[in-house]
């Protein structure tokens, strides 16, 4: 199957600071999406991009699926911000996902 | 849009005993999925229904695991003779399976299972 990594394993930044996430995968995919996952669980969609750039707010994301990675940009990050966040990917895009290990973002005030 | 919505919540359960959780997915969406997570770690595929077909199932399911969606609306997943390592969140999460955005797969908050 698809493997999925992501780095860095685990950040900690100063509220206010940006920062870049990284998902690499071994395969061709036509689906990809980042999450949050909150401290209750909770995974909230942040983004569906098998290419290109898209923006949201203070985070945006591309993915260069030539090159096979994906970055996640937090820009002026809030304690809000903290969670986990996953990135997953599938080779058809009605297909199941297959996740990362995540990247563990916690926000100091 | 209502999302997709689990039950119960949270479970403690003897070792041995059996559980259901069940999923009611959002409405207009064809997929259903469930994944298993544990403490630290990614979500793994469970097994997902197009409809009321189950389309796969992932090796992580055994023989005491089994997962219904009868006349495609809302899932069920058993597990029978639960062990310690059943321990994790089983989250359930639907897609539309078709369209522009039926590669978008929304959770929902999912459901705790401790066996003690």
């Known amino acids: 199957g698809i493997q999925v990594e992501q780095s860095p394993p685990d950040l900690i930044l100063q509220e206010g600071a940006n920062s870049t996430l990284r998902c690499n995968f071994s395969d061709s995919v036509n689906n990809l999406q980042w999450f949050h996952q909150n401290p209750w669980g909770q995974l909230i969609n942040l983004f569906y991009i098998p290419s290109g750039t898209k923006q949201n707010g203070r985070l945006s994301a591309t993915t260069v699926a030539t090159e096979r990675y994906s970055l996640l940009y937090i820009s002026s990050s809030q304690t809000t911000d903290s969670g986990v966040y996953f990135c997953?990917?599938?080779?058809?895009?009605?297909?199941?996902?297959?996740f990362g290990g995540g990247t563990r973002v916690l926000v100091k005030p | 849009d209502t999302g997709v919505s689990q039950d119960p919540r949270h479970k403690i359960t003897k070792r041995g005993q059996n559980v259901t959780f069940r999923c009611d997915p959002i409405?207009?969406?064809?997929?259903l999925y469930w994944y298993r997570q544990t403490l630290g770690q990614g979500p793994e595929f469970l097994t997902y229904f197009q409809n009321e077909a189950q389309l796969e199932k992932s090796r992580l399911l055994s023989d005491r695991f089994s997962a219904e969606r009868p006349k495609g609306s809302f899932s069920t997943l058993e597990i029978q003779r639960t062990e310690q390592g059943d321990s994790a969140m089983y989250l359930c999460?639907?897609?539309?399976?078709?369209?522009?955005?039926?590669?978008?797969?929304?959770f929902g908050e999912g459901s705790w299972l401790t066996v003690v």
């Open positions: 997953a990917v599938a080779r058809a895009a009605g297909n199941k996902l297959t």
């Open positions: 409405s207009e969406h064809n997929r």
């Open positions: 999460a639907s897609s539309r399976g078709q369209g522009m955005t039926r590669g978008t797969i929304y």
